[in-house]
């Protein structure tokens, strides 16, 4: 079972646009962590907010995290044709840290 | 650095026939995962370690035995191969909670075909 779901599943842009992706989890977390994977390539880190932190910031990246509707958002800001990806969230609940990641959001900049 | 590498890239397997995918990280990682990815859905975890000479099952752990004899080697064996074994396999690695780690460093990926 999946514990995160990301809404949408797709997004198609315009470069220069903004992308919001949104994450809901069903059970208590430690904290929520988004990565990108490009096609074909394995995933990497973008940004992780602890259950205690309602927003964080890192250079175009936006996270915020409502604990009581269980729910994230990550926000990209001007996006560029290089943010083309799949974005996925993963949440870390306990021992070892387990992530649980969602289906994910492929997100399509056009230039 | 490397970073987390993992050996083979591709492989086809015939229904039954077994083998042993190979992650090696070279940042001193006490945390190692294996996890499946399959079209459309995020990643599940297979089996994951917390150290040296332990391991643990993930969510998805049928069909799969892990080993973790050396602190940066983690394989991942199919010990009779199933077409619903066909999936891309990644292998990631983590500092402990203890040092402070959370991410997770991901490897390439092993697209694994079985006919």
């Known amino acids: 079972s999946q514990q995160g779901e990301e809404d949408p599943q797709a997004l198609s842009i315009q470069e220069g646009e903004n992308a919001t992706m949104n994450c809901s989890y069903k059970?208590?977390?430690?904290?929520l962590q988004w990565y990108r994977q490009n096609s074909g390539r394995g995933l990497v880190h973008l940004i992780l907010?602890?259950?205690?932190?309602r927003e964080k910031h890192s250079g175009r990246l936006r996270v915020t995290l409502d604990t009581s509707k269980k729910s994230s958002s990550l926000l990209i800001t001007a996006s560029r044709a290089a943010d083309t990806a799949s974005y996925f969230c993963?949440?870390?609940?306990?021992?070892?840290?387990?992530?649980?990641f969602g289906a994910g959001t492929i997100l399509r900049v056009k230039s | 650095n490397a970073g987390v590498t993992q050996t083979p890239k591709f492989r086809v397997l015939k229904t039954g026939q077994s083998m042993t995918l190979l992650c090696a990280q070279d940042m001193n990682h006490e945390y190692m995962y294996w996890y499946r990815q399959d079209p459309g859905m995020g990643l599940r975890l297979i089996h994951y370690?917390?150290?040296?000479?332990?391991?643990a099952k993930g969510e998805v752990p049928d069909g799969y035995n892990v080993s973790r004899l050396k602190k940066q080697n983690f394989l991942l064996g199919l010990e009779s191969a199933a077409p619903s074994q066909t999936s891309v396999y990644f292998c990631a690695s983590s500092y402990s909670r203890l040092a402070g780690g959370n991410e997770q460093f991901f490897g390439p990926g092993t697209r694994l075909t079985v006919l």
């Open positions: 993963a949440t870390d609940a306990g021992h070892g840290n387990k992530l649980v």
């Open positions: 370690s917390v150290g040296e000479g332990t391991t």
């Open positions: 059970t208590s977390i430690n904290n």
């Open positions: 907010i602890r259950s205690n932190e």
